[in-house]
């Protein structure tokens, strides 16, 4: 005997029985690939936050720097956002854009030269950490220590003017260094020659106004 057909309600509680495995079926995956990619992000926000943290640290030392340029008698800075022929600026006069006016002139634009005069000043260690500095002219009254400069890895030019340098030793590593030039400063005959004999690739000039 053939089978008899089922009543509607009966093949409606069929559907519905075999739909459920269905779709728990097709929600698995998904549970599966959500997983996987929460796997995948977690690396990936790590390293982003890495990344912001330690560019904070640097957009803080430029700013500490740029806040002691500015408390020198003198102190000028031209960013490397600013085309060389405009020369140095006033570090408070300087446009960072739009966006440094939004987040901070010192997320968008670094220190590329310096020209600072102070009649007292002896230490350069504030812009120790400025390593973006290629230019730099630094004029005091004072004896004069250097060893800050030993970090300034892309420093290419450097006129200094100091009652008293008592040793370039920093300036001996410092591999991108093509040009020193001292003005009416005191550095012994000793210590000139061992720099010489150190970088005989650097172009040095000592000039004593007369």
């Known amino acids: 005997m053939d089978d008899l057909p089922s009543p509607p309600g009966e093949r409606r509680r069929n559907a519905i029985s075999i739909g459920i495995p269905k779709m728990q ?94 009649p007292g000043l002896t230490d350069l260690s504030p812009i120790g950490d400025q390593v973006q500095i290629k230019i730099a002219m630094i004029n005091t009254n004072a004896e004069l220590d250097i060893s800050a400069l030993s970090k300034l890895k892309k420093l290419e030019s450097l006129q200094l003017s100091a009652k008293e340098i008592d040793s370039l030793a920093p300036l001996y590593k410092l591999e991108n260094l093509t040009r020193v030039m001292l003005v009416d400063t005191n550095v012994s005959d000793a210590e000139m020659s061992a720099f010489k004999d150190a970088r005989p690739d650097i172009q040095f000039e000592s000039l004593i106004s007369q």
């Open 25 to 118: 079926v097709e929600r698995r995956p998904r549970l599966r690939y959500s997983i996987a990619s929460l796997l995948l992000l977690f690396p990936l926000v790590a390293i982003a936050m890495v990344f912001i943290r330690t560019r904070q640290g640097i957009a803080s030392e430029q700013r500490n720097a740029v806040a002691w340029i500015e408390s020198q008698n003198v102190g000028l800075i031209r960013y490397d956002s600013q085309p060389s022929e405009n020369g140095y600026v006033d570090p408070r006069m300087a446009d960072p854009g739009i966006v440094g006016r939004l987040i901070g002139a010192e997320y968008v634009q670094s220190i590329e030269e310096i020209n600072i005069y102070d």
